[in-house]
């Protein structure tokens, strides 16, 4: 655990601008995804941490940090997430969406554009084994199949670490599926970032704003992300 210890010193830079915001940068084209935090694009890039239970209580070992960039296509997001034991999905599959993907290892983007109807928002997920699943969640009216038969034609990358015992997740999200408006520094999303880890009965509940109750679906706890210019 030393080294993942210098690892998240290392990632200790990565702060919000104000509690309860994240900043996603504007970069000028796409690019592929690699799970990189290295990476030429990633490099320096603030995000936030999740490091807390449901009811904000620590959860030692498992600080996740997450950052973001935009473009004028896509949203993207970046997970590291150290751990203490994997709870993998056997026979996992990459190439068709995972239901029910989240009774084993993932990392979460719960995200909406509506600031009046807090409760329709959209669910994005990946597992440590490139598996995925995105869901249309409308909390007054659910959806057919709770809503994960609804595709954004979103794109994923997972790699693990194991002699550093992290994982890697990458998300690449179409902005059109998630918000009608033009693409443009300044606007905001509302927004939670979570991960659930390791076997149970005793599973790790990851959240980057605690929702206060053992349940993820709370967008009253959520907090914004906004799109902002290029990184100086």
């Not at 996740?64 to 203490?84: D, G, M, Q, V």
């Not at 979460?108 to 329709?120: A, H, M």
Request: hydrophobic content about 35%.
């Amino acid at each position: 655990m030393k080294t993942v210890a210098r690892t998240l010193l290392v990632s200790s830079t990565l702060m919000a601008a104000e509690p309860g915001l994240i900043l996603s940068h504007k970069i000028d084209k796409d690019f592929d995804l690699t799970a990189d935090p290295g990476a030429a694009h990633w490099k320096n890039v603030p995000g936030v941490f999740a490091e807390n239970g449901p009811q904000r209580e620590p959860v030692p070992g498992h600080r996740t940090a997450i950052r973001s960039l935009w473009t004028e296509k896509n949203i993207y997001f970046l997970f590291t997430c150290p751990y203490e034991t994997l709870y993998l999905k056997p026979n996992p599959s990459a190439t068709v969406e995972t239901n029910k993907l989240w009774e084993w290892d993932v990392a979460e983007v719960f995200i909406g554009s509506d600031f009046t109807n807090i409760r329709q928002y959209k669910e994005f997920q990946v597992s440590p084994q490139n598996e995925w699943v995105d869901l249309d969640i409308d909390r007054d009216k659910p959806k057919p199949e709770g809503g994960w038969l609804w595709n954004s034609g979103f794109r994923v990358k997972a790699r693990i670490d194991h002699a550093r015992k992290i994982w890697y997740g990458e998300m690449q999200i179409p902005l059109d599926k998630i918000d009608a408006r033009p693409p443009n520094a300044g606007n905001e999303f509302r927004i939670n970032l979570y991960r659930i880890q390791g076997p149970p009965p005793k599973r790790k509940l990851i959240a980057w704003q605690p929702t206060g109750q053992p349940n993820y679906h709370v967008p009253e706890a959520f907090g914004r992300l906004r799109l902002a210019g290029p990184l100086k």
